[in-house]
C-alpha cells in the first residue's frame, strides 16, 4: 500500500485593486488614504470658506450663499476644518511617521486603524450628504439634521480608534532599548495630541447621543 501523501495547503488567493484596499490593514496604505481624504476635503473647505468670506464683504447686495443658507455653511466650514481636515491629517502622519519613529513594525492593532479610517472616511460622506439635503445645524430637514448626529458621531468614534492606535503604538510598541526620554518629538506630540482627543472627544460624542436622542 502506498503511504499517505501531504497535501500541500492552497495557497490564499491575493486580493488587488479596490477588494485589497477596502481590506488591507498596512499602515501605509491607511496613511496615503488619510492624507489624501484630508486633503480632497481641505480643497472643498477653502471653497466653503471663500463663499463664506465673498458673502461677508459683498456691499452690493449680491447674495451667493443666500440667507437661509449661511448657517449652515459656516458650521460646514468649521466642522470639516476640525474634523474632516486638521485631525486627519496629522493621524495620517502619525500613522505614516510614528511607528517609523519609536521602531515598531506597524501601527498597533492594525484591523483597528483600518476600520477607524473607514468610519471616518464613511461619516465624513454622510455628513457632506446631510448638509446637501438640508440638514446640519440650523437645517430644515429633521430627518437630515437626524443624519448629520450620526454623521458627525461616526467621525468621532473613527477619530478616537485611530487615536487609541497611534497612541498605543508609541507607549507598547517602541523597541527595547528606547526609553520614553527617547521618543521623538513628533512622536510625543502625537501622544499628547491623542491623549487630549481621548479626554475630549468623548464629550462631544454624549453631546451628540443627547441631540439625537431630543430630535
Known sequence: PHAPTETAPAARRELRGLPAVLGTGDHKTIRRI??????????????????????????DGLEVLGSGHVLQFFSLYHVALAFLVVIPLFTGLATAIAPLQVGAASIAFPRAAAAALWSWFGGAILVCLSYAIDGGPGGGDPDAVALWVLAVGM?????????????????????????????????????????????????????????????
Open 34 to 59: 488619510w492624507i489624501g481624504a484630508a486633503a480632497l476635503f481641505l480643497v472643498a473647505g477653502v471653497v466653503v470658506g471663500a463663499l463664506l468670506g465673498f458673502e461677508r464683504v459683498s456691499t
Open 155 to 215: 467621525v468621532v468614534v473613527g477619530l478616537l480608534l485611530a487615536s487609541v492606535c497611534v497612541v498605543t503604538t508609541v507607549l507598547a510598541l517602541r523597541t527595547p532599548q528606547m526609553s520614553l526620554l527617547q521618543v521623538p518629538p513628533f512622536a510625543w506630540s502625537m501622544v499628547v495630541a491623542g491623549v487630549i482627543w481621548l479626554v475630549s472627544l468623548p464629550v462631544l460624542l454624549a453631546g451628540l447621543l443627547l441631540a439625537y436622542l431630543d430630535l
